[in-house]
Structures are given as structure tokens and as C-alpha cells.
């Protein structure tokens, strides 16, 4: 079945770059996914990626896509304290509802 | 628009005693989500429901749990009788299906069962 994977912790210092990386098995993904959820909060979606691009870039966020690979990566450039959450990766096929989802990475951003 | 509103926010109960959950969608939204999330397992699609219709409940754990959405407004989950391995935080999400899922999730229910 589809399985989606990810690293469980990320400690980076405020400023610099932060790279959470995913993996995932569906070769049919249509779309993939970053989400973050904030302490005791419901997860929000941050950005997403169609399977046809390589790349996506939205102010400090920069997605990475290597379908070959089959690895997703998010790029937080410049991190904040403010981005400390934990970062959930999912996909979907084309016509499906359903969201497959890692089991997420936890930022922590040191000041 | 108000987001996804669930209630309670946190509940705490005792073993064999019955729960509901509640969800309201965004308005406009026509597909709901339940969701649950553990430490152990992640985040588990419970049942889906597309126009206030049941279209995959493979998820729902067992008999105990039951989801009803009688309009496109509103949703129940209830947990009948709750049990200390059902203790996690569950979520609503709703999305209005274009050429993806952009699903927008509530703040969840935190759920004790002692």
C-alpha cells in the first residue's frame, strides 16, 4: 500500500536554512503535500506540488520534487522561532479524496 | 468564514460511557473528514463523506464508532462505549473538491478516556 515516510525531528538555529525531507512509495501520486501544526492546533496547509513539477517556490518556502526518487523536500529559508511545528508531508492520486500522510517532522527552532 | 469549528475541545470521560463529537464544516464545502491522531499511529482517515454521504468509513475502528452527517452543516462521531485506547486528539477537516484536496481541518477534539 501507499506509505509515506519521514524523519521525526529537526533542531535548527534561528536564521538559518531548514530541510525536511519525505519519501513516499505511490508512484501514482498526483499531488504532494506540505502541512504544519502549530501546538494544539488543527494541521494547516502550507504548500503543495503537482507531480509534473520539480520545484515550487513561495516567499521562504522552496519544495523540492525528485519523482525518480520518489523524495519531497521543504526548504525553509531564513527560520523563525515562529516556524517551530511539526511539518506533516502527504500525497494523493488524481481522483482520490484520500490524504495519505507521514508521520511528521517536528521543527525546533533554537534562538 | 469561521474555519472548521469542532466541539468540545477537550473531553475527559470514563471507560464505557458514551461520546459525540461534533464538527461544523465551512460553509460551501461539500466533502468531511474525521480524523484521528495518536502518538502510536499518526493521523488515521476515520470516514469520508461526500454530500452529507458516507463514502468510505474502512477506517472506523469498530462497531463502537459511528459517524453521522444528517446535513451539510454538521457532523457527529460517537464513540459508544468509549474505551482508554480510544484517548487521542480527533480532527475534522472539510474541503470543496476541485482538482485537488485542499483540506482544511478544525482545531480538534482532545479526547481522555480514563
Known amino acids: 500500500g501507499e506509505d509515506v515516510e519521514q524523519s521525526l525531528f529537526l533542531s535548527v538555529r534561528e536564521g538559518d536554512s531548514s530541510v525536511i525531507n519525505c519519501t513516499y512509495t505511490d508512484s501514482s501520486s498526483t499531488y504532494l503535500y506540505w502541512y504544519k501544526q502549530e501546538p494544539g492546533a488543527g494541521l494547516q496547509l502550507l504548500t503543495y506540488i503537482f507531480s509534473n513539477m520539480d520545484m515550487k517556490q513561495d516567499q521562504r518556502l522552496t519544495v523540492l520534487l525528485n519523482k525518480k526518487d520518489k523524495h519531497l523536500s521543504l526548504r525553509i529559508a531564513d527560520t523563525q522561532t515562529g516556524d517551530s511545528a511539526i511539518y506533516f508531508c502527504?500525497?494523493?492520486?488524481?481522483?482520490?479524496?484520500?490524504?495519505?500522510f507521514g508521520s511528521g517532522t517536528r521543527l525546533l527552532v533554537r534562538p | 468564514d469561521a474555519g472548521v469549528i469542532q466541539s468540545p475541545r477537550h473531553e475527559v470521560t470514563e471507560m464505557g460511557q458514551e461520546v459525540t463529537l461534533r464538527c461544523k464544516p465551512i460553509?460551501?464545502?461539500?466533502?468531511l473528514f474525521w480524523y484521528r491522531q495518536t502518538m502510536m499511529r499518526g493521523l488515521e482517515l476515520l470516514i469520508y463523506?461526500?454530500?452529507?454521504?458516507?463514502?468510505?468509513d474502512s477506517g472506523m475502528p469498530e462497531d463502537r464508532f459511528s459517524a453521522k452527517m444528517p446535513n451539510a452543516s454538521f457532523s457527529t462521531l460517537k464513540i459508544q462505549p468509549s474505551e482508554p485506547r480510544d484517548s487521542a486528539v480527533y480532527f475534522c477537516?472539510?474541503?470543496?473538491?476541485?482538482?485537488?484536496?485542499?483540506?482544511?481541518f478544525g482545531p480538534g477534539t482532545r479526547l481522555t478516556v480514563l
Open positions: 460553509s460551501g464545502h461539500n466533502s
Open positions: 463523506f461526500n454530500n452529507n454521504v458516507p463514502i468510505d
Open positions: 477537516a472539510s474541503s470543496f473538491r476541485t482538482g485537488f484536496s485542499e483540506q482544511f
Open positions: 502527504a500525497e494523493s492520486e488524481d481522483s482520490s479524496y484520500k490524504l495519505i
